[in-house]
């Protein structure tokens, strides 16, 4: 019973997550998102100087595509050719390749152009939602929860989860600075793929009780009685 209920309050939050973009997405053009955008745009890019610019394009490199599927590419062969756990395999297709299906869907449905003012880095392609914001929140999102299998000391899982969640403000923030994305791009890039990578952990772990679970100390493998995991 408190296995369903853990996993319903992930369903929850990923419906909660769909629920809150769907509101960012259906004013996108409305005057408060606008005011919203004007004024982080105001605030991020009134930092520029040359150092935090290269800061911000380390940063920006980080939530590219190139090295997305570089570290996505790593991931999987550690989990298929180390742990030899398919079901975690499974768990990060679905949540990197879903999100950037889900990504591209989005923008071709919206169809808004990114900013034309004071951009230090040319990109193409439409700007809702951020495609950085959503890629890196799916990455570093199933890093989080895949290290969290094996890792349980607190210390080191709030210094994972700080350093991860750090990482994807900053990646966000870096889309805004260079004059790529609007700020709401960014918090519905996040919105999005909060959305889905909640949804994936919710599809692909929800029947653990009944299945091999993704392996770790907590683990169904090599336990007595199935439904004594955790």
């Not at 769907?22 to 998102?33: N, V």
């Not at 004007?38 to 800061?55: F, N, Y």
């Not at 951020?130 to 290290?147: D, E, Q, T, W």
Request: with cysteine; glycine share 10%.
């Amino acid at each position: 019973m408190g296995q369903t209920k853990k996993w319903n309050t992930v369903l929850i939050l990923s419906l909660l997550f769909a629920a809150c973009f769907s509101l960012l997405a259906f004013d996108i053009d409305g005057p408060a998102i606008h005011y919203f955008d004007s004024q982080m745009i105001a605030l991020v890019q009134g930092w520029e100087v040359p150092v935090l610019t290269l800061v911000m394009k380390g940063f920006t490199f980080l939530g590219s595509t190139e090295f997305i599927v570089g570290v996505a590419i790593a991931v999987l062969i550690y989990l298929f050719a180390v742990k030899k756990d398919m079901r975690a395999c499974m768990f990060a297709v679905a949540a990197l390749g879903g999100c950037a299906l889900l990504n591209k869907i989005l923008k071709h449905s919206f169809i808004r152009e990114r900013p034309e003012l004071h951009r230090l880095i040319e990109e193409t392609g439409f700007s809702f939602p951020s495609g950085h914001s959503m890629n890196s929140l799916a990455l570093y999102g199933m890093i989080v929860f895949l290290l969290f299998r094996y890792i349980h000391r607190p210390l080191w899982r709030g210094i994972i989860l700080l350093v991860s969640a750090g990482t994807v403000l900053a990646i966000g923030t870096s889309r805004i600075y260079l004059g790529v994305h609007y700020p709401s791009d960014v918090l519905g890039g996040y919105l999005a793929s909060g959305f889905w990578l909640l949804l994936t952990v919710w599809f692909i772990l929800r029947d653990r009780g009944t299945r091999p679970a993704l392996s770790g100390p907590h683990s169904s493998e090599g336990r007595t009685s199935p439904g004594t995991a955790n």
